[in-house]
């Protein structure tokens, strides 16, 4: 690959700790990096993501979407040459949204008193 089309990235993880850096080609999408990142996992840590759904990358403020690659996603700053892109790095397994959603139906009801005034 030619060294102008590789990007060095870094993945912050909820902890504070770092995933890479790592270079990539700029033409490598969201979902790629995301199987990377689980492959790259620590496995010390609490929360371990198992598919690539459990996670989201965010650079510049902005969830990245998995159909994008590296050159589209890229902030402008991110040209410095020989800089290292940050991305954060948020983890939300899938059981964990099934268990926080409750239905309506699902809330236990409480009995209520009803008078009537005459």
């Avoid at 993501?49 to 969830?63: E, Q, T, W």
């Avoid at 050159?71 to 700053?77: E, S």
Wanted: glycine fraction near 6%; charge should be positive.
């Amino acid at each position: 690959m030619p060294e102008e089309d590789l990007v060095e990235l870094k993945f912050r993880l909820y902890d504070g700790s770092d995933i890479g850096p790592i270079r990539y080609s700029s033409s490598s999408t969201v979902a790629m990096l995301k199987e990377r990142i689980i492959s790259e996992w620590p496995r010390d840590k609490k929360i371990i993501p198992k598919v690539a759904n459990d996670v989201k990358l965010i650079s510049a403020g902005k969830i990245l979407e998995n159909s994008k690659t590296i050159a589209q996603c890229r902030p402008p700053f991110g040209e410095l040459p020989g800089g290292v892109i940050t991305m954060h790095v948020v983890v939300q397994p899938s059981s964990a949204k099934t268990k926080t959603e409750k239905k309506v139906d699902d809330l236990p009801r409480k009995t209520t008193c009803s008078c009537t005034i005459m």
